[in-house]
């Protein structure tokens, strides 16, 4: 009865910290909006762009390279629910920090026996300001994070029975990363850096290392072969230091 308890307790104070989440970033953006940055606005266009049938452009219609896809076409995801493409990077934002904070809080429990010390921790995340500053403003960053917590929770569930499901799941985690920012490609090396230090037999490492490269980094090269072809470079040209 009392494991069914905890059990039920590592579930609900997450679920109920995912839902304050949430509403936080939906009572600041419609009281206040959502931040804006350059970058904000080159996402919101993209999304426009998308949903008129222009492609991956950006304000001015020249080919967006700079950014990765994903996260400019989950805002564009809005205008198949006839929202409008501001007021869904609101919901899309609120959800996505709900369940950052949802899956996070429930990784918490899954560690710290001690209730009030998981409690702790779960508020810490809730309140943190770095976290919630980046779930207000319309930033990749918040796609970015939420994929990060997903693959190294996996990553830590998976570690000491890691089955080539198990690599699969990780490769589409990573490739959803990369696709939202091009530093994704950080998790894709910390990966088969950290696969090398498992105790397990070098030809399974190999052929692990092989199916999550082939599945994190095939997207990416996809897209940067795009980029290539419409605008001459991988990345877009970069401002040089003064």
Same mark, same amino acid.
């Given at each position: 009865?009392?494991?069914?308890?905890?059990?039920?307790?590592?579930?609900?104070?997450?679920?109920?910290?995912?839902?304050?989440a949430a509403f936080m970033v939906i009572? +600041?953006?419609?009281?206040? #909006?959502?931040?804006?940055?350059?970058?904000?606005?080159?996402?919101?266009?993209?999304?426009?762009?998308?949903?008129?049938?222009?492609?991956?452009?950006?304000?001015?219609?020249?080919?967006?390279?700079? %950014?990765?896809?994903?996260?400019?076409?989950?805002?564009?995801?809005?205008?198949?629910?006839?929202?409008? *493409?501001?007021?869904?990077?609101? +919901?899309?934002?609120?959800?996505?920090?709900?369940?950052?904070?949802?899956?996070?809080?429930? %990784?918490?429990?899954?560690?710290?026996?001690?209730?009030?010390?998981?409690?702790?921790?779960?508020?810490?995340?809730?309140?943190?300001?770095?976290?919630?500053?980046?779930?207000?403003?319309? %930033?990749?960053?918040?796609?970015?994070?939420?994929?990060?917590?997903?693959?190294?929770?996996?990553?830590?569930?998976? *570690?000491?029975?890691?089955?080539?499901?198990?690599?699969?799941?990780?490769?589409?985690?990573?490739?959803?990363?990369?696709?939202?920012?091009?530093?994704?490609?950080?998790?894709?090396?910390?990966?088969?850096?950290?696969?090398?230090?498992?105790?397990?037999?070098?030809?399974?490492?190999?052929?692990?290392?092989?199916?999550?490269?082939?599945?994190?980094?095939?997207?990416?090269?996809?897209?940067? %072969?795009?980029?290539?072809?419409?605008?001459?470079?991988?990345? #877009?040209?970069?401002?040089?230091?003064?």
């Amino acid at each position: 009865m009392r494991g069914k308890q905890s059990k039920n307790f590592s579930i609900f104070i997450p679920a109920i910290a995912g839902i304050v989440a949430a509403f936080m970033v939906i009572l +600041v953006s419609v009281k206040y #909006g959502l931040a804006m940055s350059p970058d904000s606005a080159c996402y919101l266009s993209i999304a426009e762009n998308i949903l008129k049938g222009n492609g991956f452009t950006i304000y001015d219609y020249m080919p967006a390279v700079h %950014w990765p896809l994903l996260y400019p076409l989950a805002l564009a995801l809005g205008g198949l629910f006839n929202f409008e *493409i501001s007021a869904w990077a609101r +919901v899309l934002n609120a959800l996505l920090f709900g369940l950052t904070v949802y899956f996070s809080s429930r %990784w918490i429990f899954s560690k710290i026996e001690n209730k009030i010390l998981g409690i702790v921790g779960v508020l810490g995340l809730l309140f943190s300001l770095p976290l919630f500053y980046v779930a207000k403003s319309v %930033w990749s960053e918040t796609l970015f994070i939420f994929l990060i917590a997903l693959f190294l929770i996996r990553l830590e569930k998976s *570690i000491l029975n890691h089955t080539v499901k198990d690599v699969l799941i990780l490769g589409v985690l990573a490739a959803m990363a990369c696709l939202t920012k091009y530093l994704g490609v950080a998790l894709v090396f910390s990966y088969l850096i950290g696969l090398f230090f498992l105790k397990a037999d070098l030809r399974q490492k190999l052929i692990n290392a092989v199916i999550f490269s082939a599945v994190s980094l095939t997207p990416l090269l996809f897209w940067m %072969w795009r980029n290539y072809l419409v605008s001459g470079t991988l990345t #877009g040209r970069r401002a040089g230091s003064a």
